[in-house]
């Protein structure tokens, strides 16, 4: 099905984001790189240690992607095999994951409701099967607490006070099914503080799957979670995803226009941040007076909702996405003739994906304060 040179390509870049989520776990969980030296250096050891992050991590992504790739052979959709993103940003100095990500490009026409859902369905549970079952493993198997001394021997001082204001803290935000499975699974003295999980690979792995899991089941355009809203709610996909990504670009932006912003820059920051709204819904089947009547609206909503409460922010991270969503991927699923409506086993299947949404969906997932 698949030519030798498809093989050699997709398997390089499969080994090269594997090297990359290698070093990215260095960097994160053992605070190593691969630029410095002395004992900031990561040595072959480490690097063999950071694997405990990168191959559980790769894996899910990997197991993801066969999902949709072996339905999609199933239903006899051709497509490509995966297409890995190595993304190591170490060189500049800039902390990152080592991969974008993977995908899998349609190469053949889907005319199906049915194929539509079950591939898009098929990636996010084979993958959320598999992050289930790496954060299972690393909430049973935590280290005992004095291991955070190894990576920060600082904390040990009981005279440590912090790094103070010139130096940025990071940590994960919550999410519904990590915060269960540590609450359930894990002994409370050894389980870490959300800003300190990145040292631990097979939660912080496990933690970046439920997140990817949760981006591609936004039930928005042909995302996977577009596919199964397309599946349950075959009268209903172009408007459920509009409003879904009105409420997911409403949150984001909250705060971007605000009357605590001086007046000098908020008369510079309304008409951009208005355009950038427009263009977000530049691919949706709206009026070009729509689109405007949106931006406008959202900016409004989002002036008063600050005046009347100052401390609502949302999660200014999401509004690249949302950018990504609205322009480059747009708004609209793919159509199929008719409307017949999926079996009842796809339709709990389809409500079981919800369920998996929710539980790994996070308002706030990496916060830097």
């Known amino acids: 099905m698949y030519k030798p040179k498809e093989y050699l390509i997709h398997g390089f870049l499969l080994a ?8 990215a776990g260095g960097e994160w969980v053992y605070s190593k790189s691969i630029l410095a030296s002395g004992e900031s250096a990561l040595t072959w050891e480490y690097f063999v240690k950071s694997m405990a992050f990168s191959i559980p991590f790769i894996g899910i992504l990997l197991i993801h992607e066969l999902g949709h790739l072996f339905t999609s052979i199933y239903h006899r959709v051709k497509c490509t095999l995966p297409f890995f993103i190595p993304a190591w940003l170490g060189f500049i100095g800039a902390p990152s994951i080592g991969t974008f990500g993977a ?24 993958g959320f099967v598999i992050a289930f079952g790496v954060l299972f493993y690393g909430f049973t198997h935590l280290p ?17 006070q912090g790094y103070g204001e010139e130096v940025i803290n990071f940590e994960l935000g919550q ?11 894990a002994d409370p003295v050894r389980i870490p503080d959300m800003g ?6 097979f939660l912080f792995a496990g933690y970046l799957a439920l997140f990817f899991t949760a981006l591609n089941l936004l039930p928005i355009g042909q995302l996977d979670g577009g596919h199964v809203v397309f599946g349950l709610f075959p009268h209903h996909h172009k408007l459920i995803s509009l409003v879904v990504f009105t409420l997911f670009l409403s949150y984001a932006g909250m705060g971007m226009i605000s009357p605590m912003i001086p007046f000098e820059d908020l008369i510079i920051r309304i008409p951009l941040y208005v355009g950038f709204l427009y263009i977000c819904y530049s691919r949706a089947e709206l009026s070009t007076q729509s689109k405007w009547t949106f931006a406008l609206s959202i900016a409004a ?18 509004l690249f996405f949302a950018f990504l969503l609205g322009r ?15 079996d009842t086993k796809r339709k709990w299947i389809g409500w079981i994906a919800v369920v998996v949404f929710i539980l790994c969906f996070s308002p706030r997932p990496f916060i830097f304060t």
Do not use: C
């Open 16 to 23: 090269l984001t594997l090297v990359t989520t290698t070093l």
């Open 103 to 126: 995908i899998i490009r349609m190469k053949g026409f889907v005319n199906s409701r049915k194929k539509f859902f079950d591939i898009g369905v098929a990636g996010p549970l084979a």
């Open 144 to 160: 005992p607490a004095e291991y955070i001394y190894e990576i920060h021997p600082e904390y040990a001082d009981p005279d440590f």
């Open 175 to 185: 999410n519904l099914l990590f915060y269960l499975m540590g609450e359930w699974l």
């Open 196 to 201: 300190e999980v990145i040292h631990y690979p």
């Open 301 to 318: 909503s989002q002036y008063v909702l600050s005046f009347i409460q100052p401390e609502w922010e949302g999660y200014q991270g999401w």
């Open 328 to 342: 480059v991927m747009g708004l609209r699923h793919p159509e199929v003739s008719g409307f017949v409506t999926l």
